[in-house]
């Protein structure tokens, strides 16, 4: 399995498309890289989303989200790029992505990116 396959978010069918609900799924374990330091950044990445006619697999989410691990990037960028990547992988009817990060000199931060909310 390849590198791209290995984090590509799967699906399965929705079995109640016909009702609204949502779908709340919390990583309490996430971890990246600050581009500036390269020091390792932890959080909370929580995803809530109604479902239209696909749901996220979560093994798949899981090895996904893992894939920041040792990725480099800033809070406000993977939050909306998870939120970008969830909408193309299930084209929900609205989603959420919150970014909860732990301090880093004395500075908590949250990012929200939505999606036809």
């Given at each position: 399995m390849s590198e791209e396959q290995q984090y590509r978010l799967e699906?399965?069918?929705n079995q109640f498309p016909e009702r609204e609900?949502?779908?709340?799924?919390s990583c309490p374990?996430?971890?990246?890289?600050?581009?500036?330091?390269?020091?390792?950044?932890?959080?909370t990445?929580?995803?809530?989303?109604?479902?239209?006619r696909l749901c996220i697999e979560l093994k798949s989410?899981?090895?996904?989200?893992?894939?920041?691990?040792n990725r480099g990037v800033f809070y406000e960028?993977?939050?909306?790029?998870?939120?970008?990547?969830?909408?193309?992988?299930?084209?929900?009817?609205?989603?959420e992505v919150r970014g909860e990060?732990?301090?880093r000199?004395?500075?908590?931060?949250?990012v929200t990116a939505r999606y036809n909310c």
């Open positions: 699906t399965f069918e609900y949502r779908i709340e799924i374990e996430f971890t990246s890289v600050c581009p500036k330091t390269g020091l390792p950044d932890f959080g990445i929580v995803i809530t989303y109604c479902p239209d989410l899981k090895y996904y989200l893992l894939n920041y691990r960028h993977l939050t909306n790029t998870i939120l970008d990547d969830i909408v193309a992988a299930c084209r929900p009817r609205w989603c990060f732990t301090p000199g004395g500075i908590r931060t949250t």
